[in-house]
């Protein structure tokens, strides 16, 4: 091939790329954030970064304040990830004479329904000393600022806690069949009504007392699950008002043995540490399933490390000072699942998260972390490729208020960070989800 020749087939790849590009020009999507449903009357911020050369292609808002939802998870992540490395810790003790005392980190998965990790199960039943608890203290309330206030028979608001077990929540198992309900722990059983209403036609329902572990399943007459258009859910969960004194006896029913609840100990100088599962298993669910105990606990386990007293405050303090000490927008940070309406970060915040995550994880390890459009976690059903996929992102929501944040894959092979924050719609989510599908596919075939 002459150099003549050759040089006017370069000439023409690169027209028919630009030409691709120009499909869906900065003009064309800043109009589309303005005019597709569910974006007319609302605040949207938008950046799309080419993380290669870190410029911006286009943005809109990228310096505005916005509520990032369960978005919030992502800075919940960059700190459990420098402050935990790559275990996590399940429990610390120490042994005296006679005496094993110990107490807990923070760890969420201990007994965990869908995980039920045992590392501390079979360490406290293969000891024969006696078994001492110290119950550390935590500076947070059961709760986090700006939660919903009735919210907490929801099963996304698993109270926080310094030793969580069975993820601080009661679940119920329904056998259609054999037309039985068993409760899980089991030492919660007595604390349930069971309740016929004839009223029921669709689903059961659990209510709970907000300060008492007593609950009441509610579920059509004489279980009779044979009702026309009836569904009965096979499992429900929720969460249990959680103390020292439910926790106590929860793990001396499971391990039975008898504990005692101690003052905190004259000589924890040098203690052991109990670790478990590696972290990604617990960062995976924390971000795939959006599970907020999870990011909760991440913050609380990391603010041990260093100190005796548990507290999320101190260490998104700490991950600010340290981790984030050149950002442009300053973080307003309070928790660490984003169920509270105090959380705000900017867009180019996050997009600069974004870029972090990557440069220090890689895309393997990131997106195996992620959601994947079309095929796990909160992405399941929406976002999908048309062979493979193409968007890796988490996804946050609130009332009227919708996030997500990741990276999407071109069809040219590149890997583009964007960041999408729906603030104060008056359309249904789903509208807003299928308007930002839209966006995202004509920048995937465009760029």
Request: hydrophobic share 35%; proline share 4%; with cysteine.
């Amino acid at each position: 091939m002459n150099k003549r020749l050759l040089f006017i087939l370069v000439c023409f790849v690169y027209s028919v790329q630009g030409i691709q590009a120009q499909k869906y020009s900065k003009k064309r999507i800043l109009k589309d954030l303005k005019e597709l449903p569910g974006f007319e009357q609302a605040f949207v911020g938008f950046m799309l970064v080419d993380p290669k050369n870190g410029k911006t292609i286009v943005s809109q808002f990228e310096d505005k304040y916005m509520t990032p939802a369960s978005n919030t998870k992502l800075f919940t992540l960059y700190a459990g990830l420098h402050f935990l490395g790559n275990n996590i810790p399940a429990l610390q003790y120490i042994i005296k004479d006679d005496s094993l005392i110990f107490w807990g980190t923070g760890n969420p998965l201990f007994l965990h329904p869908e995980y039920n990790d045992t590392t501390a199960l079979h360490f406290l039943k293969s000891h024969t000393e006696k078994l001492y608890y110290w119950p550390r203290p935590m500076e947070d309330d059961r709760f986090g600022p700006g939660w919903g206030w009735d919210d907490y028979n929801g099963y996304y608001s698993a109270e926080k806690s310094v030793f969580p077990i069975y993820g601080n929540s009661v679940s119920t198992y329904l056998n259609k069949e054999k037309k039985t309900i068993k409760v899980s722990p089991s030492y919660l059983e007595p604390q349930f009504k069971f309740k016929n209403d004839s009223l029921i036609r669709l689903s059961s329902y659990i209510q709970r007392e907000e300060m008492k572990n007593q609950y009441e399943y509610a579920f059509p007459s004489d279980l009779d699950f044979d009702i026309v258009d009836y569904s009965p859910t096979d499992t429900l969960i929720r969460p249990f008002r959680y103390s020292t004194d439910l926790f106590v006896k929860l793990l001396s029913d499971t391990v039975n043995r008898k504990i005692t609840i101690i003052e905190k100990p004259r000589s924890i100088e040098f203690p052991q540490t109990l670790y478990t599962v590696l972290s990604d298993t617990l960062y995976k669910q924390m971000l795939q399933e959006s599970d907020n105990l999870f990011a909760e606990q991440t913050l609380l386990m990391a603010s041990g490390i260093e100190n005796d007293t548990l507290s999320t405050a101190s260490i998104i303090e700490t991950t600010k000072e340290l981790l984030f000490t050149n950002e442009v927008d300053e973080l307003v940070w309070v928790d660490g699942s984003g169920l509270s309406r105090y959380n705000m970060f900017t867009p180019r915040t996050i997009t600069g998260l974004l870029l972090k995550l990557r440069k220090e994880l890689g895309e393997d390890r990131l997106f195996e972390l992620l959601p994947v459009g079309g095929i796990s976690g909160t992405l399941k059903d929406w976002y999908a490729g048309e062979n493979e996929p193409y968007v890796y992102a988490k996804s946050g929501s609130l009332r009227n208020n919708y996030a997500l944040s990741g990276y999407i894959k071109t069809q040219r092979g590149k890997i583009l960070i964007f960041n999408f924050i729906v603030n104060h719609y008056e359309h249904t989510t789903d509208e807003v989800r299928k308007s930002i599908e839209v966006v995202l596919r004509n920048i995937s075939t465009s760029y």
